[in-house]
């Protein structure tokens, strides 16, 4: 169920960087944590509809109107590589 | 004047700088110099702010100082998540809950250690190493927010903030024998909390006893625009459940929460707390929460989807760690595989894989309607009774090191707080007593939808009947040789 393959896959979904050491560190862990949750196929929840949250507010929204923001240089700062106002990164179009 | 405050409440020190016995300015020192000298043992703290950060405002707890989980983020002050991927990051600005706090004149310390992005339930996920307990330096302090759970039993600091998802704030407290409170989803506003299940996160205090832990929800509480799951409900005054009147009060005790998989001693504990509320007038009920045995494993689909997704941010690009590279594929690839820990890599792969297309229907919408059928158990018991009394974990605190290699089990010891979050009700951990060990013991009261006050009354009125929350875990100033081995 949990194999190589599958593993490989979701880091790359995921995009995280995994050498073959953890893969087979992973497989008996995860195979076992998805083995333990496949215990939900045991309810019937034809009839039951999702909660995807706890809140009960819907729609929340606020008047379209600009408020000022002074953060672009404090966010900048934090980025690792930055250059004119912009977040650098390696190139993407050839 | 007083030399020793550490077995003042927060809010005993609070009356004491207003009427003029203390400064606020003294107090900190004292708290900053009782860090000095312990916290090289406990590795509590992430970072000390010899300089405390607050405002001159006015509330029932102005001048006190606190300690912050790791989590949340405060303008102008690093925020790591115990995590190496975030390890240089400065918070751009304040979270809503420090505006409060600092309007509320609150003087902030400090933050403190976690699992590495409120992963776990040991705090031996962080990137800078444990926490250990103060109860037994060999043991856990829980987590994530073992930092503050630790730092508040060791009264390094009177209270702090904490942050719960499936148990955070709650298993913690019971492993340092103190107050954790999570309130009901959208009593605290998440802004400014770095997520991790949108869904299921919330703030709470953790605090020596409950008035203290009433005086900080009132601060805390409230309808936020910046959080729009925030819920509009107007926040009562807490400090008037402080009131030991529970006769009538009707206590449920969920049988899934006291069979097989809780440690014996630790029932025996939890029976003995129970006569405190039967004694007082309560109305002790048997009921069910039929679906229990499924909670762990929806949660740890939900929370974990939810994780990869919120995760998804640390890229290298916007935020501390960078591992460069020739293209932008690898970029994100090395920073995550660098920068994330283990448990991290494990919660976004389980969430990424329940995600995934092919199984999406299977796990994550499954998951989702299993908590429909979860809240829906709490929905029908809260019809009979007022409050829920369980227990907050099977176990006392384990060793460091015992349950890190087996992440199962370390997932099926969040089963009885675990409901709490998917059905976003209100809980909360207290001292209950000790095991022969003398290793703390938590008892929890579960409370209905924006059902705080009951639990506070509960709560404040087995206190004045228990000294549990007032015995000081067996620390002593460390020796000179220990202090130079301060990790800060």
């Not at chain 1, 790359?12 to 076992?32: F, H, K």
């Not at chain 2, 000390?48 to 405002?55: D, N, Q």
């Not at chain 2, 440690?263 to 007082?280: P, T």
Request: charged letters at 25%; hydrophobic letters at 35%.
């Amino acid at each position: 169920m949990v194999d190589k393959k599958t593993v490989k896959y979701v880091a790359n979904l995921a995009r995280i960087g995994i050498s073959d050491e953890e893969v087979e560190y992973l497989i008996p862990q995860l195979s076992r944590i998805i083995s333990y949750i496949d215990k939900l196929k045991e309810l019937d929840v034809s009839d039951v509809e999702p909660t995807r949250g706890a809140t009960r507010e819907e729609n929340v929204l606020r008047e379209d109107r600009v408020a000022g923001s002074s953060y672009r240089d404090k966010i900048l700062n934090n980025s690792p590589l930055r250059e004119d106002g912009y977040f650098k990164i390696p190139r993407v179009i050839e | 004047m007083r030399d020793d405050f550490s077995s003042f409440t927060g809010y005993d020190i609070a009356r004491a700088i207003k009427n003029g016995d203390c400064s606020s300015e003294e107090i900190c020192s004292f708290y900053l110099s009782r860090i000095k000298n312990i916290d090289s043992v406990l590795h509590s703290f992430v970072e000390v702010y010899h300089e405390p950060v607050g405002e001159n405002g006015e509330s029932s707890l102005s001048g006190v100082p606190i300690a912050i989980k790791d989590n949340i983020c405060i303008e102008g002050r690093k925020i790591t998540c115990a995590s190496k991927i975030l390890s240089s990051h400065i918070s751009v600005y304040d979270a809503t809950v420090i505006r409060k706090l600092k309007s509320a004149g609150l003087k902030i310390i400090g933050t403190t250690n976690m699992d590495e992005f409120a992963f776990g339930s040991s705090t031996e996920n962080s990137c800078y190493g444990p926490t250990h307990n103060p109860w037994n330096t060999d043991c856990v302090p829980g987590g994530s927010s073992g930092g503050s759970a630790a730092a508040v039993a060791a009264r390094l600091v009177p209270f702090a903030l904490g942050s719960d998802t499936g148990g955070s704030i709650r298993q913690p407290a019971s492993f340092c024998g103190v107050v954790g409170f999570k309130p009901t989803y959208g009593r605290v506003s998440r802004f400014g909390l770095v997520a991790f299940g949108s869904s299921l996160d919330q703030i709470g205090p953790i605090t020596t006893n409950f008035v203290d832990c009433a005086h900080l929800l009132n601060i805390i509480c409230g309808i936020d625009p910046y959080d729009s799951t925030s819920s509009r409900r107007p926040v009562p005054d807490f400090t008037r459940s402080l009131v030991p009147e529970i006769r009538g009060l009707k206590i449920g005790l969920p049988r899934e929460y006291f069979g097989e998989g809780l440690d014996r001693e630790v029932e025996g504990v939890l029976k003995e707390a129970l006569m405190v509320f039967e004694k007082m007038g309560a109305e002790v009920y048997d009921v069910s929460l039929p679906h229990t045995e499924y909670a762990v494993a929806a949660y740890y689909i939900i929370a974990p989807s939810e994780a990869s997704s919120n995760l998804q941010r640390f890229d290298g690009i916007k935020y501390g760690l960078r591992v460069a590279s020739d293209d932008l594929l690898s970029l994100y690839k090395k920073t995550r595989d660098e920068g994330f820990g283990r448990e991290s890599k494990r919660r976004i792969f389980l969430g990424t894989y329940s995600l995934s297309s092919g199984y999406y229907d299977a796990y994550y919408l499954r998951a989702l309607k299993v908590r429909t059928l979860i809240k829906k158990d709490f929905d029908e018991v809260f019809k009979k009774v007022d409050v829920l009394f369980t227990p907050t974990s099977p176990v006392a605190a384990f060793k460091i090191g015992e349950r890190i290699e087996d992440p199962l089990s370390m997932y099926l010891s969040d089963v009885y707080t675990i409901s709490a979050n998917l059905a976003g009700v209100c809980a909360v951990s207290f001292p209950c007593g000790f095991t022969k060990n003398g290793l703390p013991v938590g008892g929890q009261l579960i409370g209905r939808p924006f059902g705080e006050e009951d639990i506070i009354r509960a709560g404040f009125s087995f206190q004045t009947e228990t000294d549990h929350h007032k015995r000081m875990p067996p620390l002593s100033l460390v020796t000179e040789e220990q202090k130079d081995k301060s990790w800060l």
